[in-house]
């Protein structure tokens, strides 16, 4: 066979995809950046319209509201201050009130006198309740994502809230060239009985949340939803859709804000 005739085919040969990572050992991976994240975090702001929605039944709306919010990082922690309600700016008393209060919060946490988990030791804590399997590789956006498949590991954890997080498994969707989670899905797998005296209990969760690159810098959310369903008091039922839309990102400073446009 001529070469060039043997390079020809050699080229149209499949090329084999690396082996899939172990899952643990890849997710544990992702905390690492953490801290680098949380600097990039702190020098954005965006606005989240958050749509809640009461459901019957069938699924139809019963009551809706819709609230706006100036979303921003202090040391890597989300903070959020109302701007707007059913599509009507607040009045300048309330609105006073609200920057007052996002103003006292992010003092607090830039003092240390509000308690705050490091998020990668929190996120970090919380990787750990649960078993990670990479089950394939799917395309994105024109990007190579790693699709990890993940249950919770038996017995209790010392985490706040241990009892949903042991309810709950999903998928998570890894960007594989830059190691961020771009997509994430969670569902219940038993009924999770809630606490405050409610006697409330949750038959149904379902959660997505889809992440957006920024400046070509950070990874930011692009939108999110959750449909909940249950009972309160035993008898009086719930469903209960949350979707959150996010926008307008922008860089922060004290002075000014530079508009930034996602990639």
Do not use: C
Not at 24 to 40: C, D, F, I, M
């Amino acid at each position: 066979m001529p070469p060039i005739v043997l390079a020809a085919a050699l080229l149209l040969l499949p090329v084999e995809a690396p082996p899939l990572p172990e899952g643990n050992a890849y997710v544990r991976g992702l905390t690492e950046k953490q801290r680098h994240r949380e600097e990039l975090l702190d020098l954005y702001t965006y606005d989240t319209v958050e749509v809640r929605e009461e459901l019957d039944d069938r699924g139809s709306v019963k009551e809706r509201r819709q609230r706006r919010y100036e979303t921003f990082f202090v040391l890597g922690r989300t903070l959020r201050r109302l701007v707007e309600e059913d599509g009507r700016p607040l009045s300048p008393e309330r609105q006073a009130r609200e920057d007052a209060a996002a103003r006292a919060l992010a003092e607090a946490v830039r003092s240390g006198r509000a308690v705050v988990e490091r998020p990668g030791v929190r996120l970090s804590a919380v990787l750990g309740r649960y078993d990670f399997q990479a089950v394939g590789r799917e395309e994105r956006a024109g990007r190579t994502a790693v699709v990890l498949e993940f249950r919770p590991r038996a017995g209790e954890r010392p985490l706040e809230n241990d009892r949903l997080l042991r309810q709950v498994q999903g998928r998570l969707w890894v960007d594989e060239q830059e190691a961020e989670v771009v997509r994430a899905e969670i569902a219940n797998i038993a009924p999770i009985k809630l606490g405050l005296g409610l006697k409330a209990s949750v038959t149904s969760l379902s959660t997505r949340l889809e992440f957006r690159k920024v400046d070509d810098a950070v990874w930011l959310p692009a939108e999110d939803e959750t449909v909940v369903a249950g009972r309160v008091m035993l008898f009086k039922k719930f469903r209960t859709r949350v979707r959150r839309t996010y926008s307008s990102y922008r860089k922060f400073s004290v002075e000014a804000e530079e508009k930034a446009s996602p990639s």
